[in-house]
Each structure stands twice: as structure tokens, then as C-alpha cells.
């Protein structure tokens, strides 16, 4: 997904500068990069689902068939 890059890739140098700016500390930006591990992690939590107990061979079939 190539928007997240340009999102936050190429914006980033722009928020560091604005937090160490604002705050007056140069560990500020690791705050930044915290806060989108923080909603990384939600994301990964609400979105996928568990799969224990799932055969590990499942779908196989139609994978090797089509082929």
C-alpha cells in the first residue's frame, strides 16, 4: 500500500522536526514513533483473527488444482 508510505514516510522528517521544535527535546520524535506502534498494534489487534486450531494444509487443494 503505497499511501501509508507517502503518509507517514514522507511526512515524517516534517513531524520530527515540528516535535523537537515544539517540545524542545530531541528524544521527542521517539514519542512519534510510539504513538504509531501504539495504533499499529490496535489495528493488528481488532483486524485479524485468530487461527489456532486451523488445519495448516487448509486450501492446499485448490492452490496445487489450479496449477
Given at each position: 500500500?503505497?499511501?501509508a508510505?507517502v503518509?507517514?514516510?514522507?511526512?515524517?522528517?516534517?513531524?520530527?522536526?515540528?516535535?523537537?521544535?515544539?517540545?524542545?527535546?530531541a528524544?521527542?520524535?521517539?514519542?512519534?514513533?510510539?504513538?504509531?506502534?501504539?495504533?499499529?498494534?490496535?489495528?493488528?489487534?481488532?483486524?485479524?483473527?485468530?487461527?489456532?486450531?486451523?488445519?495448516?494444509?487448509?486450501?492446499?487443494?485448490?492452490?496445487?488444482?489450479?496449477?
Amino acid at each position: 500500500m503505497q499511501a501509508a508510505y507517502v503518509l507517514f514516510g514522507g511526512t515524517a522528517p516534517f513531524v520530527a522536526t515540528g516535535v523537537v521544535s515544539a517540545s524542545g527535546s530531541a528524544v521527542a520524535p521517539a514519542f512519534y514513533v510510539v504513538g504509531l506502534a501504539a495504533v499499529s498494534l490496535v489495528v493488528v489487534l481488532t483486524s485479524f483473527r485468530e487461527t489456532r486450531g486451523l488445519r495448516l494444509d487448509r486450501g492446499v487443494d485448490e492452490v496445487t488444482s489450479g496449477t
